[in-house]
Nanobody, 118 residues
Framework: AQFVESGGGLVQPGGSLRLSCAVS????????WAWYRQVPGKERELVAS???????NYEGFVKGRSIISRDNSKTTVYLQMNSLEPEDTAVYYC?????????????WGRGTQVTVST
């Protein structure tokens, strides 16, 4: 699979961003998709996931502030992020998660940088 993430940027605390991930090279509709993020010097961590049926799950640090969605016709996954905090600063990636949260595909996109700062 190939991933192209976009939508990141510089935003003030309390602001919002909508991230997009265009997926190609695989049967998009049958997979669970997830957003991950990584801060330099730390491991990549799972942020949110959405199943093929549309069920969603969020890690505690974004719960209530983010909404993950998918458009099978566009083979695209989205992450609407609200009430952004400086701690949300990271590079955001998408992939398909195994049950343990680890990524299914070994390939990653370039990610999209989110910076939350005054």
């Amino acid at each position: 699979a190939q991933f192209v993430e976009s939508g990141g940027g510089l935003v003030q605390p309390g602001g919002s961003l909508r991230l997009s991930c265009a997926v190609s090279g695989t049967d998009f509709s049958v997979y669970t998709w997830a957003w991950y993020r990584q801060v330099p010097g730390k491991e990549r961590e799972l942020v949110a996931s959405i199943t093929s049926g549309g069920s969603t799950n969020y890690e505690g640090f974004v719960k209530g502030r983010s909404i993950i969605s998918r458009d099978n016709s566009k083979t695209t996954v989205y992450l609407q992020m609200n009430s952004l905090e400086p701690e949300d600063t990271a590079v955001y990636y998408c992939n398909s998660p195994w049950d343990d949260g680890n990524a299914c595909f070994t390939s990653w996109g370039r990610g999209t940088q989110v910076t939350v700062s005054t």
